[in-house]
């Protein structure tokens, strides 16, 4: 089992910028994927961006260019950073994790595991 624990969340403004955190622990050696998966009020949950073991990346079309993920393996740590907010990208912001390395394999199930989610509320 890994278990996944988001930070960073938070009120923040139009324009502005945030960056979240996400721990993983436990059976981490079977983990070669990690990704931030978000969900607003009364809409679908999005895989907003995913990093493989290697370092390639990959995001959904509405926070290319303002979204970056990166990882420390060494820490176990995966981040979000988000800049250039947005209203609509308010949600609950859910930390994954994946054995899997390839990114097409998202497009057919969702990831593995998952952490409790952390807020992130755009006010205009």
């Known amino acids: 089992q890994v278990q996944l624990v988001e930070s960073g969340g938070g009120l923040v403004q139009v324009g502005g910028s945030l960056r979240l955190s996400c721990v993983a622990s436990?059976?981490?050696?079977?983990?070669?994927?990690m990704g931030w998966y978000r969900q607003a009020p009364g809409k679908q949950r999005e895989l907003v961006a995913v990093?493989?073991?290697?370092?390639?990346?990959n995001y959904a079309d509405s926070v290319k260019g303002r979204f970056t993920i990166s990882r420390d393996t060494a820490k176990n740590t995966v981040y979000l950073q988000m800049n250039s907010l947005k209203p609509e990208d308010t949600a609950v912001y859910y930390c994954?994790?994946?054995?899997?390395?390839?990114?097409?394999?998202?497009?057919?199930?969702?990831?593995?595991?998952g952490g409790k989610g952390t807020l992130v509320t755009v006010s205009s």
């Open positions: 994954a994790a994946d054995p899997a390395n390839v990114m097409s394999v998202w497009n057919q199930r969702d990831m593995e595991y």
């Open positions: 436990g059976s981490i050696f079977s983990i070669n994927a």
């Open positions: 990093i493989i073991r290697g370092g390639r990346t």
